[in-house]
């Protein structure tokens, strides 16, 4: 019976063998999971490892080369941006001074010369009042004196206001040498004693607006020839 028993056992024992697996086994069998340390070598196979899939140095002089040749490539183009921007700069800025200069020069024309006109047609008030003067006698003067000496006071007056004003009065002398650009030869005449080309009247003055002609002095000119 003892037997029989012992029997029993032996064999649930070599059943339980055959289909159950201990703990111990179940770790020796369990798979081994990839871990990151795996992926920069392989003990298992050290003859591979993941860095044999990056290029060598052949392949990172290739990279950097062309990495070299586009950026040159931008640089080269930001450049010609830049001289582009440059010039249009300076060419805005050149246009700026000019016109700067331009205004300039018209501010200072419109103050010396804006009242050129008006100037040129005060000058025969100057001529009138000074016919005037000029025609008065001795009697006239000592029988009205006090309307003389306003005639000439007024004429005084006007004269100063030119002066203010830039305007110059030519006032040439028999004698002078005759110039083209601020006279008016209005005959010409053989006076023995001169030379050609000599004043021997003066007939009217002129007037110069700062450096501008507003009218010449009117005058006669001797056309005596030479010898």
Known sequence: MAKENESDIEAAIEEML??????????????????????VFDLDNPGTSPLDDVDGPEGDDATVESHVTVDSAELEQLRAERDEYKDKFVRALADAENSRKRSDRDRREAENYGGSKLSRDMLPVFDNLKRAVGSISDEQRE?????????????????????????????????????????EAMFEAPV????????????????????????????????????
């Open 143 to 183: 029988a009205n004196a006090a309307l003389i000496e306003g005639i000439e006071l007024t004429l005084r007056e006007l004269l100063s206001v030119f002066q203010k004003h830039g305007i110059k009065m030519i006032a040439p002398e028999v004698g002078d040498k005759f110039d083209p650009n601020v006279h």
């Open 192 to 227: 023995p004693g001169t030379k050609a080309g000599e004043i021997i009247q003066v007939t009217g003055e002129g007037f110069m607006l700062h450096d501008r002609l507003l009218r010449a002095a009117k005058v006669g000119v001797s056309s005596t020839p030479k010898g």
């Open 18 to 39: 055959k289909g159950d697996t201990s703990e111990a086994d179940k770790v020796k069998r369990k798979p081994r999971v990839k871990s990151q340390e795996d992926d």
